[in-house]
């Protein structure tokens, strides 16, 4: 079988003289998930580190991804790339995938993988899947098949993070340390600075300069229906937005929940149906939603409008057989007012994310709905 490792490290050393040992560090501390045993300590440590593999222990009716979007310095180039594994029912087929969506094209690219291709960090959020290397602070692609050839390193600083105080908790709150809920979901940098550049067979993506944004979701399933939405590309550079709204299984039934975030001015803000927020969706179709959420702290109103989309795989029982749609080119309106009414922020953008999915119309309510999500 081919050394996967060794060819890993060998593209690391090459093209990354000057992380090398970090990344030597993060993969000194990995294990292979296929042949992996007992880790000490690692429950806890996944548990108050969303960030990091979660999947240690599953063996079927799983899915875990993580969510790299990227966009050039100059708008020109928006690329997102999803990394992550998928365990179908009685762990029939197990294999790990990477993604990739070109916003600006909407051409969608699926690789698969065999599951002992995937090597988590026991201590810190870094994987690999063949010779390709994601984290927190760096990525490298190095894709070759018989129809396509992608290669490149993207470096990412200069990360904003959710918290620094309660980290544990994440975007979810308290719902993080539910057991058995079908999706969680969790954010790794709100925004960060990226430099590298990537090549899909002769067209290069030049990423200097660019900004980023890193999420990710596990569980079992995703929801029947949901909108999600992001954008850290306004006006002002070091403003983040992201908004999900969704039908969450509930103890026999489901309810309509949302979770989300506003970063501006360093100051991070949380809003979700944990935090006892009110939201209000209007929509005339799937293309085109209308959104307040009013909290304690402020009142957000926000638009977007849909252009092309691409289509991507989602999980359903932990197998990739659900497709989907996703705009990384929407635009968004944001409108952010404090509690006296006074604007605080006030934004449009173009280079936003868009999914809806799923019955949107049915997420207007707040009522439980009686049938469970399959």
Known sequence: MKNNSVIFFLNVFLSLFGLN?????????????????????????????????????KKNEYFEGWYFKMVSDDKSSIISIIPG???????????????IIDGKTANTFYYSYPIEAFTFSKKSFAI???????????????????????????YMSDQAYLTKKKKKLGIMGWYRFVPFMECYHG?????????????????????????????????????????????????????????????VPWMGSSFNGFLGFFLHNNISYRFGTYTHSKLKMETSNSDTIKITITDK???????????????????VKGSMDRRISESVDAELNLTVLDKKGNVIFKDST?????????????LTSSKKKNKSID
């Open 21 to 57: 040992f970090v990344i030597a560090q993060e993969f000194k501390n990995a294990t292979n998930y296929e042949h992996h045993s007992y880790i000490p300590g690692y429950g806890i440590k996944k548990l108050n580190n969303p960030e990091i593999f979660q999947g240690n222990r």
């Open 85 to 99: 594994i998928s365990l179908s029912k009685k762990g029939g087929k197990q294999h790990a995938f990477i993604q």
């Open 128 to 154: 690999s899947i063949g010779d390709n290397y994601f984290s927190q602070d760096s990525i490298i692609i190095d894709i070759q098949n018989d129809t396509t050839s992608i290669q490149g390193t993207i």
């Open 187 to 247: 954010v790794v940098s709100l925004n960060h600075n990226l430099k590298g550049t990537l090549k899909k067979d002769n067209k290069k993506y030049n990423f200097n300069n660019g900004k980023g944004y890193i999420e990710k979701d596990w569980g079992k399933s995703m929801p029947t229906s949901w909108v999600w939405m992001q954008s850290n590309n306004f006006s002002s550079e070091k403003t983040s937005f992201m908004l999900s709204v969704a039908n």
């Open 297 to 315: 702290n402020n009142t957000y109103q926000i638009e977007t409008y849909r252009s092309k989309s691409g289509f991507l795989k989602a999980p």
């Open 350 to 362: 173009s280079i936003a994310g868009l999914e809806t999915v799923g019955d949107i119309k049915s």
